[in-house]
């Protein structure tokens, strides 16, 4: 599924969460990573994976981003684990 590694990339799954909220702008994602170049560089990862999408939003200049269904399958199982992991602590 993830051939080239990018779920293993630093901000990669704190992206995918963020974006399991609904769609966002870019500068939404510096809430996870201060650096633009980071920010930058792990979205065009996760959009050459299939995670993501850039969405046009009419009046808009902004960059906006969404998951793709492989996205919301991919932030469906880790907020399962995530629980998971949850539940466990004492």
Known sequence: MDKDGVLG???AVEFILLLSEG???ESEFKRVCS???AIQKT???LIEGGYVERVEIKRSRARHYDLTEKGFKVADQLSRTIEVLD???C
Do not use: A, C, I, V
């Open 35 to 37: 650096n633009y170049y």
């Open 43 to 45: 979205l065009d990862r």
């Open 23 to 25: 769609t966002k702008m």
């Open 87 to 89: 539940s466990l602590r």
């Open 9 to 11: 990339d630093k901000y």
